[in-house]
DNA sequence: CGTTACCTTGAATCTCCTCAATACACGTGG
DNA sequence: CCACGTGTATTGAGGAGATTCAAGGTAACG
């Protein structure tokens, strides 16, 4: 179940990073943009913000004049009850774009929160018509963006309404491995989860002690190690067999 | 869970529906569209595609040369595991968007199956690309369309995670009576529910018995009656409450 | 060195699943 | 017309799976 962290601390206008030089685009798993759209993104771009560990991001019912792309750290969205049941919906690593429901409803529908700290592009949403009109690579970009967490909502629902919890646990964090993989977090094998069995419950549908025996129950088949922060792959194979079927991890993707 | 029913009959080229007199349009739901956009749109549409109920217009894994806009009957999008079994991740009703995912991924992440008879407007994908260079407005809809289906499915993640067995039930009755009323489908607070107590099952992530044992609960609570194909609210406020919460019906939406 | 956050485990209970049987409506072919 | 098969809805019984409650353990941090 959630608690309640409240704090939104961060500093605007840190040292920028350039779009030209973003250490994100770097990294092959990003498309190439032309010169044109680079320097859109770059007068698009509003500034940096950082943000501690447990910031909130986003606000369910709220609406944001900013839309962010995620530069460093992970966030979680997640949506609650009045009772303070808590869904997690999907986690956002480097390079998940942020806020887009409150530039296309009344309001946010989920609550956004760092996991840890955390540095975000700002983008002013009053902008994101000039890029629908002056760049419609960049709009099909953000529909695109759109369509995978669309994607990614639909493993989840699939995951938490019809897997067995063995493959629920499995599923979720080998997605999360292999979304890192892909963003060059994972060393060795390893990589560090910012998150709680708490979160992950939250994430499954199960009660906290639930997952937790689950998980000593797949500790068993020595396909991972997760203690304290740190995950390792063991067996990929064979976590990718008890976690049912695997979720796409698209390999080229855009970065706004 | 789901059987399998494979007929995909169905006739191309009927009579067909210019844009300008789209029934659907009539509709104060959908927002109006400039002479220009509708001149594309009539440009856009490839044709009209009518299928029997229970054919199979989307396969999760293929990819089809074709988008589709929903302009009568009622269908379902579903993803199954190897074993059969299968999540509903939502419904699809005139005026809903089908084969994004194929037209931005390599494919369809879900299937889509025509619960009635369906008339289908049809639109090339090819083209797609046309549409955002030349009417951003238009884009910006089918954005608009993505992110509403993010919504969708996040408020079903929320519901199959966190909600009991009562609530997920009348969230969902509730969620679709409201949708179909919206499309002026409900007359006397009565519509015609074209699915199952099975459908209902794997939308809501429980077993058939479980769901057919919830409704009878839930019954008693003189909310709705449902016999036969026909869904009649007696007690809205009432029945909200039961439902926890209810899901977001936007009031002016696009119609690609 | 006490507090806090997180992880772990056991016991009792309740929710939900599977299996199995029955009932009803409908359409098809004899 | 009736007999039969099929799809859907309903109900009971027994057991697996998940929840809640409660307690204890560990590491981090001031």
Request: glycine share 6%; net charge positive; charged share 25%.
């Amino acid at each position: 179940m959630a608690r309640s962290n409240n704090k939104t601390r961060g500093n605007a206008s840190p040292p920028q990073t350039p779009c030209k030089s973003c250490p994100l685009r770097q990294n092959k798993a990003f498309r190439r943009f032309s010169a044109e759209e680079l320097e859109f993104m770059q007068s698009f771009k509003g500034g940096e913000l950082v943000l501690d560990a447990g910031s909130t991001i986003l606000v369910e019912g709220t609406n944001s004049p900013h839309l962010y792309t995620v530069l460093s750290g992970w966030a979680i969205k997640h949506k609650s009850l009045e009772d303070g049941r808590r869904q997690v919906l999907n986690f956002a690593l480097p390079g998940d774009f942020l806020g887009l429901q409150g530039s296309i409803f009344e309001s946010m529908h989920h609550t956004v929160e760092a996991l840890t700290g955390v540095v975000l592009c700002v983008f002013p949403r009053e902008k994101l018509w000039t890029l629908y009109e002056k760049h419609q690579g960049l709009a099909f970009d953000v529909t695109w963006l759109a369509a995978r967490e669309e994607t990614i909502l639909g493993d989840y629902l699939v995951t938490v309404g019809q897997r067995r919890a063995t493959e629920r646990v499995a599923f979720v964090l080998l997605h999360l491995f292999r979304r890192a993989r892909q963003l060059e977090l994972v060393r060795a094998n390893k990589v560090a989860f910012p998150f709680t069995q708490e979160h992950l419950a939250d994430t499954i549908g199960f009660s906290l002690v639930h997952t937790n025996k689950t998980l000593k129950q797949l500790r068993r088949t020595a396909t991972f190690k997760w203690t304290g922060t740190e995950f390792e792959v063991l067996d990929e194979k064979k976590l990718a067999e008890l976690a049912g079927e695997s979720a796409s991890v698209p390999s080229v993707r855009p970065l706004i």
